[in-house]
């Protein structure tokens, strides 16, 4: 049984910066790929981040050269640090994690960026 928490959200000006992190919990796995996905209102869920088992990462273009996503295996722990934040980073951020055929979600923690 795996459950994740994110924490790490809040509210900061444009420009400014925030840690998300999602924790694991339950009995630990090998992970295939770790990401982070965000939801603004009246805009479909999209991908921000993404981690594989190889260290290989991904970005939305939106995001690109601003976050970098991490992982602390030892704590099983996935981080998403973000700066140069912008109004249009406001959305509720979800951690994400994929074991071989299985895909797990976190609650959501809410990030808005005010101009």
């Known amino acids: 049984q795996v459950q994740l928490v994110e924490s790490g959200g809040g509210l900061v000006q444009a420009g400014g910066s925030l840690r998300l992190s999602c924790a694991a919990s339950?009995?630990?796995?090998?992970?295939?790929?770790m990401g982070w996905y965000r939801q603004a209102p009246g805009k479909q869920r999209e991908l921000v981040a993404r981690?594989?088992?190889?260290?290989?990462?991904n970005y939305a273009d939106s995001v690109e050269g601003r976050f970098t996503i991490s992982r602390d295996n030892g704590k099983n722990t996935v981080y998403l640090q973000m700066n140069s934040l912008k109004p249009e980073d406001t959305a509720v951020y979800y951690c994400?994690?994929?074991?071989?055929?299985?895909?797990?979600w976190g609650q959501g923690t809410q990030v808005t960026v005010s101009s």
């Open positions: 339950g009995n630990i796995f090998s992970f295939n790929a």
């Open positions: 981690i594989t088992s190889t260290d290989s990462t």
């Open positions: 994400n994690v994929v074991r071989g055929l299985y895909s797990y």
